[in-house]
Protein backbone atom coordinates (compact mmCIF):
# COMPACT_ATOMS: atom_id res chain seq x y z
CA UNK A 1 0.00 0.00 0.00
CA UNK A 2 2.89 2.38 1.09
CA UNK A 3 4.74 1.38 -1.95
CA UNK A 4 2.10 1.84 -4.51
CA UNK A 5 0.91 5.46 -2.40
CA UNK A 6 5.18 6.52 -3.13
CA UNK A 7 4.72 5.18 -6.62
CA UNK A 8 2.01 7.42 -7.30
CA UNK A 9 3.06 10.38 -5.63
CA UNK A 10 6.13 9.93 -7.54
CA UNK A 11 3.85 9.52 -11.01
CA UNK A 12 2.09 12.68 -10.47
CA UNK A 13 4.88 14.72 -9.40
CA UNK A 14 6.69 13.17 -13.05
CA UNK A 15 3.98 14.18 -14.48
CA UNK A 16 3.37 17.61 -13.21
CA UNK A 17 7.37 18.28 -14.43
CA UNK A 18 6.13 17.19 -17.82
CA UNK A 19 3.30 19.56 -17.97
CA UNK A 20 5.63 21.98 -16.61
CA UNK A 21 8.42 21.20 -19.62
CA UNK A 22 5.51 21.09 -22.52
CA UNK A 23 3.79 23.87 -21.16
CA UNK A 24 7.51 26.10 -22.00
CA UNK A 25 8.13 24.27 -24.90
CA UNK A 26 5.00 25.58 -26.54
CA UNK A 27 5.53 28.75 -24.94
CA UNK A 28 8.91 28.69 -27.01
CA UNK A 29 6.86 27.42 -30.06
CA UNK A 30 4.49 30.05 -29.96
CA UNK A 31 7.44 32.98 -29.45
CA UNK A 32 9.16 31.26 -32.41
CA UNK A 33 5.69 31.42 -34.32
CA UNK A 34 5.47 35.59 -33.78
CA UNK A 35 9.27 36.00 -34.68
CA UNK A 36 9.09 34.21 -37.83
CA UNK A 37 6.19 36.78 -38.64
CA UNK A 38 7.90 39.67 -37.62
CA UNK A 39 10.65 38.67 -39.48
CA UNK A 40 8.49 38.34 -42.27
CA UNK A 41 6.74 41.37 -41.65
CA UNK A 42 10.49 43.01 -41.45
CA UNK A 43 11.23 40.96 -44.48
CA UNK A 44 7.98 42.52 -46.81
CA UNK A 45 9.00 46.08 -45.33
CA UNK A 46 12.89 45.69 -46.71
CA UNK A 47 11.50 44.83 -50.12
CA UNK A 48 9.41 47.75 -50.44
CA UNK A 49 11.72 50.05 -49.26
CA UNK A 50 14.23 48.55 -51.56
CA UNK A 51 11.71 48.86 -54.89
CA UNK A 52 11.05 52.07 -53.77
CA UNK A 53 14.88 53.04 -53.31
CA UNK A 54 15.24 51.70 -57.10
CA UNK A 55 12.09 53.76 -58.31
CA UNK A 56 13.68 56.81 -56.89
CA UNK A 57 17.02 56.17 -58.73
CA UNK A 58 15.54 55.72 -61.83
CA UNK A 59 13.71 58.90 -61.71
CA UNK A 60 16.66 60.68 -60.68
CA UNK A 61 18.82 59.35 -63.80
CA UNK A 62 15.67 60.71 -66.02
CA UNK A 63 15.93 63.89 -64.07
CA UNK A 64 19.61 64.04 -64.70
CA UNK A 65 19.07 62.86 -68.75
CA UNK A 66 16.56 65.57 -69.01
CA UNK A 67 18.65 68.29 -67.66
CA UNK A 68 21.49 67.01 -70.07
CA UNK A 69 19.37 67.17 -72.65
CA UNK A 70 18.10 70.71 -71.81
CA UNK A 71 21.21 71.75 -71.41
CA UNK A 72 22.75 70.50 -74.77
CA UNK A 73 19.80 71.07 -76.39
CA UNK A 74 19.97 74.98 -75.07
CA UNK A 75 23.71 74.98 -76.05
CA UNK A 76 23.01 73.87 -79.75
CA UNK A 77 20.33 77.17 -79.77
CA UNK A 78 23.12 79.73 -78.30
CA UNK A 79 25.67 78.35 -81.25
CA UNK A 80 23.26 78.06 -83.65
CA UNK A 81 22.49 82.19 -83.08
CA UNK A 82 26.37 83.06 -82.39
CA UNK A 83 26.95 81.05 -85.90
CA UNK A 84 23.94 83.17 -87.72
CA UNK A 85 25.16 86.07 -85.75
CA UNK A 86 28.90 85.42 -87.11
CA UNK A 87 27.72 85.19 -90.76
CA UNK A 88 25.03 87.76 -91.06
CA UNK A 89 26.99 90.98 -90.76
CA UNK A 90 29.32 89.96 -93.50
CA UNK A 91 25.96 89.13 -95.62
CA UNK A 92 25.39 92.32 -94.93
CA UNK A 93 28.05 93.91 -95.71
CA UNK A 94 28.08 92.64 -99.01
CA UNK A 95 24.36 93.28 -100.06
CA UNK A 96 24.91 97.04 -98.96
CA UNK A 97 28.28 98.02 -100.71
CA UNK A 98 26.59 100.54 -102.46
CA UNK A 99 24.56 101.76 -99.20
CA UNK A 100 26.38 104.83 -96.73
CA UNK A 101 28.30 102.88 -93.71
CA UNK A 102 25.86 104.49 -91.40
CA UNK A 103 23.21 102.59 -92.62
CA UNK A 104 24.56 99.10 -92.51
CA UNK A 105 26.39 99.97 -88.61
CA UNK A 106 22.84 100.78 -88.18
CA UNK A 107 21.34 97.72 -89.31
CA UNK A 108 24.42 95.27 -87.55
CA UNK A 109 23.63 96.78 -84.11
CA UNK A 110 20.13 96.41 -85.02
CA UNK A 111 20.28 92.75 -85.58
CA UNK A 112 22.74 92.09 -82.82
CA UNK A 113 20.51 93.80 -80.17
CA UNK A 114 17.73 90.96 -81.52
CA UNK A 115 20.39 88.16 -81.25
CA UNK A 116 21.20 89.09 -77.64
CA UNK A 117 17.52 89.73 -76.89
CA UNK A 118 16.55 85.64 -78.24
CA UNK A 119 19.83 84.82 -76.37
CA UNK A 120 19.02 85.97 -72.83
CA UNK A 121 15.11 85.27 -73.35
CA UNK A 122 16.50 81.44 -74.65
CA UNK A 123 18.90 81.31 -71.58
CA UNK A 124 16.14 82.87 -69.12
CA UNK A 125 14.02 79.66 -70.06
CA UNK A 126 17.06 77.40 -69.25
CA UNK A 127 17.62 78.86 -66.19
CA UNK A 128 14.18 78.45 -65.28
CA UNK A 129 13.75 74.87 -65.84
CA UNK A 130 17.26 74.34 -64.15
CA UNK A 131 15.26 76.07 -60.96
CA UNK A 132 11.96 73.96 -61.48
CA UNK A 133 14.39 71.02 -61.76
CA UNK A 134 16.17 71.75 -58.67
CA UNK A 135 13.19 71.88 -56.82
CA UNK A 136 12.46 68.32 -57.01
CA UNK A 137 16.16 67.60 -56.22
CA UNK A 138 15.50 67.86 -52.11
CA UNK A 139 12.58 65.96 -52.20
CA UNK A 140 13.95 63.16 -54.17
CA UNK A 141 17.21 63.00 -51.57
CA UNK A 142 14.93 62.98 -48.52
CA UNK A 143 12.87 60.20 -50.50
CA UNK A 144 16.64 58.29 -50.59
CA UNK A 145 16.70 58.57 -46.64
CA UNK A 146 13.36 56.95 -46.08
CA UNK A 147 10.48 54.61 -47.73
CA UNK A 148 8.87 57.09 -49.00
CA UNK A 149 8.27 58.74 -52.81
CA UNK A 150 7.90 61.79 -54.20
CA UNK A 151 6.88 63.42 -57.08
CA UNK A 152 9.89 64.86 -59.24
CA UNK A 153 7.71 66.71 -61.44
CA UNK A 154 7.01 69.91 -60.66
CA UNK A 155 3.15 70.51 -60.10
CA UNK A 156 3.95 74.30 -61.48
CA UNK A 157 2.17 74.19 -65.28
CA UNK A 158 4.97 74.11 -68.05
CA UNK A 159 5.35 77.24 -70.41
CA UNK A 160 6.01 76.71 -73.70
CA UNK A 161 9.30 78.24 -75.36
CA UNK A 162 9.53 81.62 -76.33
CA UNK A 163 11.65 80.95 -79.50
CA UNK A 164 8.69 78.60 -81.19
CA UNK A 165 6.28 80.51 -79.99
CA UNK A 166 7.62 83.96 -81.78
CA UNK A 167 7.98 82.09 -85.53
CA UNK A 168 4.63 80.83 -85.05
CA UNK A 169 3.83 84.59 -83.75
CA UNK A 170 5.28 85.76 -87.49
CA UNK A 171 3.47 83.41 -88.87
CA UNK A 172 -0.15 84.23 -88.08
CA UNK A 173 0.73 87.82 -89.73
CA UNK A 174 0.44 85.92 -92.94
CA UNK A 175 -3.15 85.44 -92.11
CA UNK A 176 -5.83 87.57 -93.00
CA UNK A 177 -6.26 89.86 -89.90
CA UNK A 178 -9.28 88.82 -88.96
CA UNK A 179 -8.35 85.44 -88.49
CA UNK A 180 -5.22 86.01 -86.59
CA UNK A 181 -7.07 86.16 -83.01
CA UNK A 182 -8.21 83.04 -83.48
CA UNK A 183 -5.26 81.13 -84.44
CA UNK A 184 -2.77 82.97 -82.29
CA UNK A 185 -5.58 81.38 -79.19
CA UNK A 186 -5.52 77.84 -80.88
CA UNK A 187 -1.65 77.95 -81.62
CA UNK A 188 -1.12 78.90 -78.05
CA UNK A 189 -3.28 75.85 -76.44
CA UNK A 190 -1.48 73.53 -78.72
CA UNK A 191 1.90 75.09 -77.91
CA UNK A 192 0.87 74.75 -74.15
CA UNK A 193 0.11 71.06 -74.37
CA UNK A 194 2.76 70.22 -76.39
CA UNK A 195 4.74 72.28 -73.42
CA UNK A 196 3.40 69.59 -70.63
CA UNK A 197 3.68 66.72 -72.33
CA UNK A 198 7.08 67.18 -74.48
CA UNK A 199 9.50 69.11 -72.43
CA UNK A 200 11.95 68.78 -75.25
CA UNK A 201 12.34 72.31 -76.68
CA UNK A 202 13.29 70.70 -80.19
CA UNK A 203 9.69 68.78 -80.44
CA UNK A 204 8.16 72.42 -80.05
CA UNK A 205 10.29 73.77 -83.07
CA UNK A 206 9.46 71.42 -85.49
CA UNK A 207 5.92 72.00 -84.70
CA UNK A 208 6.92 75.69 -85.02
CA UNK A 209 8.43 75.21 -88.59
CA UNK A 210 5.40 73.09 -89.75
CA UNK A 211 3.01 75.87 -88.65
CA UNK A 212 5.11 78.01 -90.47
CA UNK A 213 5.54 75.61 -93.56
CA UNK A 214 1.58 75.52 -94.02
CA UNK A 215 0.90 79.02 -93.11
CA UNK A 216 0.06 80.04 -96.93
CA UNK A 217 -1.69 77.09 -96.91
CA UNK A 218 -3.84 78.23 -94.09
CA UNK A 219 -4.12 81.49 -95.92
CA UNK A 220 -5.94 79.99 -98.71
CA UNK A 221 -8.06 77.50 -97.24
CA UNK A 222 -9.79 80.69 -95.31
CA UNK A 223 -10.64 82.41 -98.24
CA UNK A 224 -14.35 83.04 -98.22
CA UNK A 225 -14.10 81.51 -94.62
CA UNK A 226 -17.70 81.61 -93.15
CA UNK A 227 -15.97 82.62 -89.48
CA UNK A 228 -14.52 85.29 -88.06
CA UNK A 229 -15.52 85.22 -84.79
CA UNK A 230 -15.30 83.46 -81.51
CA UNK A 231 -18.09 82.06 -81.54
CA UNK A 232 -19.28 78.32 -83.06
CA UNK A 233 -19.15 78.29 -86.97
CA UNK A 234 -21.89 77.65 -89.24
CA UNK A 235 -22.43 75.47 -92.41
CA UNK A 236 -22.02 77.53 -95.33
CA UNK A 237 -23.51 74.84 -97.86
CA UNK A 238 -22.35 71.78 -99.47
CA UNK A 239 -19.04 71.67 -100.49
CA UNK B 1 -10.39 64.57 -101.94
CA UNK B 2 -6.21 64.41 -100.64
CA UNK B 3 -5.20 61.54 -98.56
CA UNK B 4 -4.49 63.54 -95.50
CA UNK B 5 -8.03 64.88 -95.68
CA UNK B 6 -9.93 61.54 -96.05
CA UNK B 7 -7.35 60.23 -93.03
CA UNK B 8 -8.68 63.23 -90.83
CA UNK B 9 -12.28 62.79 -92.13
CA UNK B 10 -12.00 58.74 -91.31
CA UNK B 11 -11.22 59.90 -88.07
CA UNK B 12 -14.10 62.12 -87.50
CA UNK B 13 -16.45 59.46 -88.95
CA UNK B 14 -15.44 56.67 -86.25
CA UNK B 15 -17.19 58.77 -83.56
CA UNK B 16 -18.72 61.54 -85.62
CA UNK B 17 -20.02 63.08 -81.99
CA UNK B 18 -17.30 63.47 -80.61
CA UNK B 19 -15.17 66.84 -80.71
CA UNK B 20 -11.62 66.90 -81.90
CA UNK B 21 -9.23 70.00 -81.25
CA UNK B 22 -6.36 70.41 -84.10
CA UNK B 23 -3.24 68.74 -82.60
CA UNK B 24 -5.09 66.00 -81.22
CA UNK B 25 -6.80 65.34 -84.58
CA UNK B 26 -3.26 65.76 -86.46
CA UNK B 27 -0.90 63.63 -83.92
CA UNK B 28 -4.21 60.39 -84.50
CA UNK B 29 -3.69 61.08 -88.31
CA UNK B 30 -0.02 60.77 -88.07
CA UNK B 31 -0.07 63.88 -90.09
CA UNK B 32 3.01 66.25 -89.63
CA UNK B 33 2.78 69.32 -87.73
CA UNK B 34 0.69 72.23 -89.64
CA UNK B 35 -1.20 69.95 -91.94
CA UNK B 36 -3.59 69.66 -89.97
CA UNK B 37 -5.53 73.74 -89.87
CA UNK B 38 -5.50 74.10 -93.72
CA UNK B 39 -7.58 70.81 -94.06
CA UNK B 40 -9.99 71.74 -90.82
CA UNK B 41 -10.20 75.16 -92.43
CA UNK B 42 -11.61 73.59 -96.02
CA UNK B 43 -14.05 71.17 -94.31
CA UNK B 44 -15.14 74.33 -91.90
CA UNK B 45 -15.38 76.12 -95.22
CA UNK B 46 -17.32 73.74 -97.01
CA UNK B 47 -20.05 73.07 -94.11
CA UNK B 48 -18.68 69.90 -93.35
CA UNK B 49 -17.18 70.66 -89.88
CA UNK B 50 -18.36 72.83 -86.69
CA UNK B 51 -16.07 74.28 -84.41
CA UNK B 52 -16.33 76.12 -80.95
CA UNK B 53 -13.97 77.43 -78.74
CA UNK B 54 -13.76 75.02 -75.40
CA UNK B 55 -15.78 76.14 -72.65
CA UNK B 56 -13.55 77.32 -70.05
CA UNK B 57 -11.71 80.38 -68.08
CA UNK B 58 -8.26 80.65 -69.23
CA UNK B 59 -7.31 82.34 -66.03
CA UNK B 60 -9.19 79.73 -64.00
CA UNK B 61 -7.63 77.03 -65.91
CA UNK B 62 -4.22 78.37 -65.89
CA UNK B 63 -4.14 77.06 -70.18
CA UNK B 64 -4.98 78.70 -73.52
CA UNK B 65 -8.68 77.59 -74.71
CA UNK B 66 -8.66 75.09 -77.08
CA UNK B 67 -10.64 74.85 -80.33
CA UNK B 68 -12.98 72.05 -81.22
CA UNK B 69 -14.20 70.02 -84.71
CA UNK B 70 -16.88 67.88 -84.97
CA UNK B 71 -18.65 66.69 -88.04
CA UNK B 72 -21.41 68.99 -88.63
CA UNK B 73 -24.62 66.54 -88.18
CA UNK B 74 -26.38 68.37 -90.85
CA UNK B 75 -23.51 67.24 -93.19
CA UNK B 76 -22.77 64.18 -91.78
CA UNK B 77 -24.41 61.90 -94.87
CA UNK B 78 -22.83 64.27 -97.10
CA UNK B 79 -19.30 63.31 -95.80
CA UNK B 80 -19.83 59.79 -95.36
CA UNK B 81 -20.92 59.61 -99.04
CA UNK B 82 -17.83 61.68 -100.26
CA UNK B 83 -15.26 59.66 -97.84
CA UNK B 84 -16.93 56.48 -99.22
CA UNK B 85 -16.51 57.74 -102.63
CA UNK B 86 -12.75 58.57 -102.19
CA UNK B 87 -12.28 54.94 -100.37
CA UNK B 88 -13.84 53.22 -104.02
CA UNK B 89 -11.25 56.02 -106.19
CA UNK B 90 -8.64 55.12 -103.80
CA UNK B 91 -9.31 51.50 -104.09
CA UNK B 92 -9.41 51.16 -107.94
CA UNK B 93 -6.42 52.91 -107.96
CA UNK B 94 -4.68 50.11 -106.23
CA UNK B 95 -3.78 53.41 -103.57
CA UNK B 96 -3.62 51.92 -99.84
CA UNK B 97 -3.21 53.30 -96.55
CA UNK B 98 -2.40 51.58 -93.79
CA UNK B 99 -5.19 53.40 -91.99
CA UNK B 100 -7.48 53.43 -94.50
CA UNK B 101 -7.26 50.35 -95.19
CA UNK B 102 -8.22 48.96 -91.69
CA UNK B 103 -5.13 48.69 -90.47
CA UNK B 104 -2.46 50.25 -88.01
CA UNK B 105 -1.30 53.75 -88.99
Request: net charge positive.
Amino acid sequence: MTVSRTFGVSLVRDLALALDAASVYGSDLASNHDSIIELNEQLTVSRNRVATLERTVMHDRDLAVSLANEVALDLAVVLSFATSAMREPEALFKRNESRPQLDVQASIDAMAATRDRDLASNLSDCIRRAQQMSRSIPGALEALKSDRTVDLISPERKIASRLPWRTVLWAIQVLPSKYRARYHEEFLAEFDELAQYSPSRRMQIMHALGILSRVVSLRIALRGHPEADQSTTRPTGSP
Amino acid sequence: MTLPTQLVLHLLLEEPTREWYGLQLGTEAGLPSGTIHPILARLEKAGWLISRWEDISPTEQGRPRRRYYQINPSSLAAVQAAVRRADTGRRARGLLHPRLSGGPA
